[in-house]
């Protein structure tokens, strides 16, 4: 029996019964293990789908407009861009091995998430450092 066919298999009895569909989604972890491929990961994964126009320079996100430089218009832009967040000073260790990066100058908030298969993701939260300050 293949593995697709043993979950549509799970999903299709979950319904019948009422139990919850197992969650094939997030079934694979992170694989990357640089800063460089986490980036990677995370620019290409739904980080740029999701939050891209928050990166649009004078885009204003808690009272901070995303300033010109750097310039993030494309997903390779995008992964610079998180490694530079990845690189800067503040950054904190989070439960289930994640870790949390903030950067001020641009109000961009990184998490890395080796649970994850897009290994976490990057945004400008709508309350900025109070947001990264939360996070456990």
């Known amino acids: 029996m293949s593995k697709k066919f043993a979950t549509s ?19 694979a972890a992170c694989t990357a293990t640089t800063n460089t491929a986490i980036a990677d ?12 126009t928050e990166f649009v320079a ?8 995303m300033p010109a430089t750097p310039k993030v218009t494309t997903i390779a832009e995008f992964k610079s ?15 289930n091995g994640r870790k949390a990066y903030w950067w001020a100058a641009t109000g961009t908030f990184v998490v890395f998430d080796p649970n994850n ?6 945004f400008r939260p709508t309350d900025g450092k109070p947001y990264y300050d939360r996070q456990v």
């Open 117 to 122: 298969v897009d290994c976490g993701t990057a």
């Open 41 to 52: 990961k995370i620019a290409n994964g739904h980080a740029w789908g999701s939050h891209s």
């Open 58 to 65: 004078g885009k204003l996100i808690a009272g901070l407009a």
């Open 9 to 27: 298999a799970l999903v299709v009895l979950a319904l019948l019964f009422g139990a919850a569909a197992p969650d094939t989604a997030h079934a």
């Open 81 to 95: 861009h998180i490694l530079t967040v990845m690189g800067s000073a503040t950054n904190k260790a989070l439960t």
